[in-house]
């Protein structure tokens, strides 16, 4: 893989845009492949850092906020790494636990607890800030 990095350059870069404008050459690595991956890391940071913080807050309207937040983040996680699992091996976990119907509705269930729970979170910072 560290040959992949050092070899790579503009033109490879450019070779790649292009070969995603056209649609690519099969089943290689796609630029949106490489992306889903590269991201990972940044989200179990984010939520590495988002509990950090709520510990560091202990409790409170501000560390029960950022607490919320950092399950919202963690369900995320979870959601994307299903999602990298279907993208890279074509095996979609949420169907594969539950059925095609079930699986859509855990889909949508986790989408729905994601944004909630963060969502619920900003709410109770936002709360705290203005003194309620």
């Known amino acids: 893989m560290l040959d992949l990095f050092t070899s790579f350059d503009s033109s490879?870069?450019?070779f790649l845009f292009q070969d995603h404008q056209h649609g690519g050459s099969g089943g290689g690595m796609t630029i949106e492949k490489w992306f889903g991956l590269f991201e990972l890391p940044f989200l179990f940071l984010c939520i590495f850092y988002a509990f950090k913080t709520a510990g560091?807050?202990?409790g409170g309207a501000f560390g029960k906020g950022m607490n919320l937040m950092a399950w919202g983040f963690l369900v995320m996680?979870?959601?994307?790494?299903?999602m990298q699992a279907?993208?890279?091996f074509g095996y979609?976990?949420?169907?594969?636990l539950f059925g095609y119907t079930?699986?859509?509705?855990?889909?949508?269930?986790a989408l729905v607890v994601t944004w909630s729970l963060s969502g619920l979170g900003f709410y109770q910072i936002y709360n705290a800030s203005k003194g309620n």
């Open 77 to 82: 996680a979870v959601g994307h790494l299903a």
């Open 12 to 14: 490879s870069m450019i």
């Open 56 to 58: 560091a807050l202990k």
């Open 102 to 109: 079930g699986g859509t509705i855990a889909w949508f269930v």
């Open 86 to 88: 279907q993208h890279h």
């Open 92 to 96: 979609d976990v949420f169907k594969e």
